[in-house]
């Protein structure tokens, strides 16, 4: 019976008026529902959506631009404002690129714990995207209890570096500094912690018949036009497609540590959901096999840049000082980067989060380009809300997991 | 016909039901914040602070600019002169501009003699916005207010300090280690 009413598409329904226009309306940018400032324009056919024109660049503060005019250490705490929710992963990613320009590489410490706060960080964005999608289709509760853990994991944050969100704690090179033992057997304590409330919210969602009717079979994708939209992250895997950046191209320490990738079956919202559910409980078995496998040493790079990296490599000797020292620090004798460019990925919390760097051989990145998940899944929007109801829009822009910061940028 | 069952028995609503009621027993986790107020861990990114030297009573600033350069919004503004017999340079002013910052942290880090620190204060808006640029005296000020309440007799920051980076990256006098004296 379950089955029956579930399969049966009760949204297709509508009265065939002859004297019919559609209708267009305008959705946010300031909606409760949009997640930031996300505008739509939307065409409607009584309660149902035939078109839709998402506009952005309401959140635009030009980061790939400001970039240029900064040195490869300052870009670093620009890009805990891409994707606030998740900082880490950000900044890990940025670190990364920067690293595979130079050719360094992090001490295992600092991989381990780049790893750690990476898995902490995803698990706040899924909470934090739980929290509000569930608020979205009605559920208050979840969004409460969901706020009660994330406070915890920002606190971790804050003992670890003396900030909850915009973090800048990995750096090019391994990490900023260590972390202290205590913080370590306190997030070590809230492994199981964790595990009984990720049970708990799927006993008050994964089961509910309001939570069923809101999300199987709305917002249906299948495996390839997922990729062809180019989703990545859990809105492709909920789609059966196994592509995990981790898995496919691992950095850090994620070769070393065992995980599985979850993957849906019919790629409606239902799918994502149960996906980033399970995600949640991969990032905390990452997280228990870091710190138990943690090795000691030193936590960043003998080579990695300083924080006042010059323009250029310069050779004082004593003869150059006065004019001469000048004129050297004009010309580009010595490139201090490599000259070159070089694409870089991670799996961040909402998809493939890649950073592309073009040097020109100066301490600042000739061209940064950022390509965030959350861009290239907002063009999706159009073709998972075709001929649903308006109602269940705020479902679909739910289950993508948008977050404006990233998307402009 | 098991899912039927529990369908008509309304077992998915009893089961959600259930964990609501188990939670509204426990205490509540909620701040409430102007009369409480959260703990805030060390090295917490908060207001701007000029370290004041005990022994001269001025700030240990040495006007060498590091913070200056490395501040990725620019909001650091300093002018000194140099003595021209020794060679020394002394500050003449030290302005922040906190409306710009972004909390990195970097000019701390940077610092060779652990003169500027961001304390753990985090109530300091204003209506007023000359009130939150930040000259030599409020940033010595904004110290002597945060040392004022601070419980131990040495303070340190994690960020003069940097814990597990490798030695040769450090200055001279990060290997000793930076403190401030605050009580005998």
């Known amino acids: 019976m379950l089955e029956k009413r579930l399969s049966s598409n009760k949204y297709i329904y509508y009265p065939q008026d002859p004297f019919y226009s559609p209708l267009e309306i305008q959705m946010g940018p300031q909606h409760p529902s949009t997640h930031g400032v996300l505008k739509l324009k939307l065409l409607l056919e009584g309660e149902k959506i035939i078109d839709l024109e998402p506009t952005i660049g309401f959140l635009h503060r030009g980061i790939e631009k400001l970039a240029e005019n900064l040195n490869y250490a300052q870009v670093l705490p620009l890009t805990d404002r891409l994707d606030y929710i998740s900082a880490m992963n950000n900044n890990t990613g940025y670190a990364l690129a920067v690293e595979r320009l130079l050719g360094i590489e992090p001490p295992p410490r600092g991989k381990y714990l780049r790893t750690l706060v990476c898995e902490l960080a995803r698990i706040s964005s899924h909470l934090l995207w739980l929290a509000t999608h569930a608020l979205d289709i009605g559920a208050m509760t979840v969004f409460l209890y969901c706020f009660r853990e994330r406070e915890e994991i920002l606190n971790f944050f804050e003992k670890i570096c003396g900030a909850r969100l915009t973090v800048s704690y990995p750096r090019i090179g391994g990490v900023r500094l260590d972390i202290e033992d205590q913080v370590l057997e306190e997030i070590y304590n809230f492994i199981p912690k964790m595990h009984e409330k990720i049970e708990e919210y799927e006993g008050l969602l994964s089961e509910n018949r309001i939570w069923l009717d809101r999300t199987v079979g709305v917002g249906v994708i299948s495996g390839e036009e997922a990729l062809a939209y180019g989703l990545t992250g859990p809105s492709l895997r909920g789609s059966g497609i196994a592509y995990d950046v981790r898995k496919h191209f691992p950095y850090d320490a994620y070769s070393e540590v065992d995980f599985e990738v979850p993957i849906g079956k019919n790629g409606d919202t239902y799918d994502r959901y149960w996906c980033r559910l399970q995600e949640m409980r991969q990032s905390l078995k990452i997280i228990k096999q870091c710190i138990e496998n943690l090795p000691e040493g030193p936590v960043s790079s003998e080579l990695s840049p300083d924080l006042d990296m010059p323009l250029y490599k310069r050779a004082i000797t004593a003869e150059s000082w006065g004019e001469s020292a000048f004129i050297s620090f004009l010309t580009e004798s010595a490139p201090i980067v490599p000259k070159g460019e070089l694409y870089s990925a991670v799996e961040g919390a909402k998809g493939e989060l890649g950073f592309y760097i073009v040097s020109d051989g100066s301490g600042r990145p000739y061209r940064l380009h950022i390509r965030s998940p959350s861009f290239i899944h907002i063009s999706a929007l159009k073709k998972l809300s075709h001929n649903h109801l308006i109602a269940d829009l705020v479902a679909i822009i739910g289950t993508l997991d948008i977050v404006m910061g990233e998307c402009d940028r | ?184």
């Open chain 2, 1 to 184: 016909m098991k899912k039927e069952i529990k369908y008509l028995l309304f077992k998915d609503l009893i089961k959600g039901l259930s964990i609501t009621l188990k939670n509204f027993f426990k205490t509540p986790v909620t701040v409430q914040y102007p009369k409480e107020k959260v703990k805030l861990y060390p090295s917490f990114r908060g207001r701007h602070a000029l370290v004041r030297d005990p022994l001269t009573g001025d700030a240990k600033c040495v006007a060498c600019l590091k913070c200056q350069q490395v501040c990725p919004s620019r909001c650091i503004d300093i002018n000194y002169t140099t003595d021209l017999e020794t060679g020394a340079r002394k500050l003449i002013s030290y302005k922040i501009e906190a409306l710009r910052c972004i909390y990195c942290g970097y000019c701390e880090e940077v610092c060779p003699v652990g003169a500027i620190v961001l304390t753990e204060w985090f109530e300091y808006s204003s209506r007023n916005k000359e009130a939150l640029i930040f000259d030599k005296e409020a940033l010595l000020k904004n110290w002597d207010e945060f040392i004022h309440s601070y419980p131990e007799k040495v303070y340190t920051n994690k960020y003069w300090n940097l814990k597990g980076i490798p030695e040769s990256n450090k200055s001279a006098l990060k290997r000793e280690g930076i403190y401030v004296k605050i009580k005998d």
